[in-house]
Nanobody
Framework: VQLQASGGGSVQAGESLRLSCALS????????VAWFRQAAGKEREFVAS??????????QVAPSLQDRFAISRDNAKNTLYLQMDGLKPEDTAVYFC?????????????WGRGTLVTVSS
């Protein structure tokens, strides 16, 4: 199982980035796949997730980010995306994608290495 995050970089405040997380060895079906971020010296925080179990799908974005961030996925490419608009310096962090083993339980068992996003003012 691998989750490969990409798309990070250095941008100016107000600009946009789209992060990608390519899944291999697992699919979106019957699990939650999510983005987290961790800024230097801070704890990791939840950003957004996509959940799929049976006929139920759901997306969730952290309330403080809902007006600027959006999550989506491409089943054919087995890839999760995070569209980030209106970036702010406080969005600077390493962004990780993660997946649960199944649709039951909330523990994220699989983690990618992360991609660095740096936003300058």
């Amino acid at each position: 199982v691998q989750l490969q995050a990409s798309g990070g970089g250095s941008v100016q405040a107000g600009e946009s980035l789209r992060l990608s997380c390519a899944l291999s060895g697992l699919t979106f079906s019957n699990r939650r796949v999510a983005w987290f971020r961790q800024a230097a010296g801070k704890e990791r925080e939840f950003v957004a997730s996509f959940y799929w179990s049976g006929s139920t799908t759901a997306t969730q974005v952290a309330p403080s980010l809902q007006d600027r961030f959006a999550i989506s996925r491409d089943n054919a490419k087995n890839t999760l995306y995070l569209q980030m608009d209106g970036l702010k310096p406080e969005d600077t962090a390493v962004y990780f994608c993660a997946a649960t083993r199944s649709a039951v339980g909330g523990r994220f068992d699989y983690w990618g290495r992360g991609t660095l996003v740096t936003v300058s003012s």
